[in-house]
């Protein structure tokens, strides 16, 4: 596999983010799903406010997108780190750990402590990627159906 290159995504890189969005959101939940409903409407200023307010980083492959992670400050010293995704031809080549450990370095430059998560319990794959950044399954915590990881920003 060529060298792929992690990068961080700014506003005038909406359209690209909304493309990389809607397939990530189709690819895992289907077009039915709400969530992807919902952004398929999403406007050029919606995709751009989300550039805006969150930290959207990307897999770069052969100029290409090819996977995401974004993250936001929840608090001075709390980040929570979502939507991690990797097209199903980029998976197992270690990009998504690159991705993780770019939003937890971000997290770390604004000053965060702490990074948090939430997965399903049974996504063998994404837990293994958080668990190698040292992210630990907080207990008793989260709905029905998912599972709360975070890490003491090292
Ligand atoms: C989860 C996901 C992002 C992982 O992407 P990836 O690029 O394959 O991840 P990496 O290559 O960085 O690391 C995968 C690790 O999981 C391991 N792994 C892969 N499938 C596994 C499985 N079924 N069970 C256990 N470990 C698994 C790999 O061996 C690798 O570990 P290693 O580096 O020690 O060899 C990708 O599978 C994906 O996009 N899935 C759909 C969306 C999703 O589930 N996102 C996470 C939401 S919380």
């Known amino acids: 596999m060529p060298a792929a290159r992690i990068t961080r995504l700014t506003e005038s890189d909406w359209e690209q983010f909304a493309e990389l969005r809607l397939r990530a959101l189709t690819e895992t939940f289907g077009t039915t799903d709400t969530q992807y409903l919902i952004e398929?409407?999403?406007?050029?200023?919606?995709?751009r406010r989300r550039l805006r307010d969150h930290a959207q980083f990307v897999a770069m492959?052969?100029?290409?997108?090819?996977?995401?992670?974004?993250?936001?400050?929840?608090?001075?010293?709390?980040a929570y780190v979502y939507s991690l995704w990797l097209e199903p031809a980029a998976r197992g080549h270690g990009l998504a750990r690159r991705l993780v450990a770019a939003a937890v370095d971000w997290a770390r430059r604004r000053g965060a402590r702490t990074a948090t998560l939430r997965m399903a319990?049974?996504?063998?794959?994404?837990?293994?990627?958080?668990?190698?950044?040292?992210?630990?399954?907080?207990?008793?915590?989260?709905?029905?159906g998912e599972v709360v990881m975070r890490l003491t920003i090292p």
């Open 61 to 78: 492959l052969d100029g290409r997108p090819v996977g995401m992670v974004a993250a936001y400050q929840e608090s001075a010293q709390a």
């Open 121 to 144: 319990p049974d996504n063998s794959a994404a837990r293994t990627v958080y668990e190698s950044l040292g992210f630990t399954e907080v207990p008793n915590c989260g709905a029905t």
């Open 40 to 47: 398929a409407r999403f406007t050029a200023p919606d995709w």
